[in-house]
């Protein structure tokens, strides 16, 4: 195993109080923050509201797209490039949307805010070709094409329409009439679509809706998913060591959760699913690592019998301190590199593991330990650690 430091000897548990502190003022200024400030910023997944991805048939940036939700009421929502060329994009809008004074019912939420994102981005001349009566071939489904190919190509009409509809699936959107020459169609059937549709300036690829309901419920099993894990990790380490290192473990979770969650309080990163997922992967993360500090200080306690639990645990994280700088190093690289150019739409969740990648580390020695001291301390001042 590679060897980082020889022999260290740093007096980590002198800090504990200091640690403790600042631990506990960044957990205070974030629970104040969460309930008297901004607080917690819950995306789509948790509040209801609309997904929407879209391709157009001409590069936008980012900054137009917004200049043409905003009088639509729609310029908080989150727009982020899927693909470079600046014409591929999805589009989270923020919960229901009133019109006048009504609220649509949730049911209506997916067509009405869809076309609504729809409508201010489309072009004039979309719309003035709609007005005249031509059918957009980005946008009409295939029921609507079948429907207007039956009367003059009966016998084709099926086969054609699944055909374009394949096309637009496999592009994303159809850049010209002369897109339909590959799919085999006729030359017939091409001029008579030229003479009824137009090719609109952008397609929706998929649209999504998640209710106010279903958003509340979401939330209410990721803090469950939170707490069961914390419940088991407690279970499991209760029964592989002490329970004294188990409740240590749990709480250090449970710091390394709220710090987490305080720091996050203060950026303007939403909270969703998948910042759900990298929490769990963290507390995973760092009890793995406070394990084997624990670990550690369980075999020292049968050889270094006569010496102070302080100074016992001392010994032990220094012994492991290459095994945690190497493992949290490396891991950190990876993830850093992910967050600096893995792209927008994983920004978050690298982040995520950024922040709480460092705070797991720092727990692992500055709370785990001390913790297991002070309950020793309180609970057990006469027995031994074992």
Not at 144 to 163: D, G, H, Q, R, V
Not at 202 to 212: F, K
Request: aromatic share 8%; charged share 25%; proline share 3%.
């Amino acid at each position: 195993m590679v060897t980082l430091f020889k022999q260290p000897n740093i007096k980590f548990l002198k800090y504990k109080y200091f640690a403790f502190a600042l631990s506990g003022l960044i957990i205070l200024a974030g629970l104040l923050n969460i309930t008297l400030g901004k607080g917690l910023k819950f995306g789509i997944d948790f509040t209801g509201g609309t997904f929407i991805r879209l391709k157009f048939r001409e590069p936008i940036t980012t900054e137009e797209i917004r200049a043409r939700l905003t009088p639509k009421g729609l310029g908080n929502s989150i727009i982020q490039e899927i693909e470079r060329g600046h014409k591929e994009y999805q589009i989270r809008t923020a919960g229901l949307i009133k019109r006048g004074e009504e609220k649509p019912e949730e049911i209506e939420t997916h067509v009405v805010i869809g076309n609504m994102v729809v409508e201010a981005l489309q072009k004039p001349e979309d719309a003035a070709q709609i007005a005249k009566g031509f059918k957009d071939l980005n946008s009409v489904d295939q029921k609507e094409l079948i429907n207007l190919l039956l009367p003059t190509f009966p016998e084709e009409a099926e086969e054609a329409a699944k055909k374009i509809i394949a096309l637009r699936d496999e592009k994303g959107i159809i850049d010209t009439f002369e897109d339909l020459r590959q799919i085999g169609l006729k030359q017939e059937i091409i001029k008579y679509l030229q003479e009824k549709c137009f090719l609109g300036s952008l397609c929706v690829l998929s649209r999504e809706t998640v209710g106010p309901q279903a958003g509340k419920e979401l939330r209410r099993k990721a803090i469950l998913a939170t707490v069961w894990a914390l419940i088991g990790m407690l279970v499991y380490i209760a029964l592989r060591f002490k329970l004294a290192y188990g409740v240590a473990g749990v709480l250090t979770l449970a710091h390394d959760v709220l710090v987490t969650l305080s720091i996050y309080s203060f950026t303007d990163r939403e909270i969703n699913l998948p910042i759900i997922a990298a929490i769990l992967t963290l507390v995973g993360y760092s009890i793995n690592d406070t394990i084997v500090i624990f670990d550690r200080v369980r075999e020292n306690l049968k050889i270094l019998r006569k010496l102070p639990l302080e100074e016992l645990m001392n010994i032990s994280i220094n012994q492991t301190l290459s095994r945690t700088v190497l493992t949290a190093g490396t891991t950190l690289v990876a993830v850093l590199f992910l967050f600096l150019f893995g792209g927008k739409v994983i920004n978050d969740f690298a982040f995520t593991l950024l922040i709480g990648l460092i705070i797991g580390t720092y727990s692992s020695v500055y709370q785990s330990c001390p913790l297991v001291l002070y309950w020793h301390k309180i609970f057990q001042p006469k027995k031994r650690l074992k």
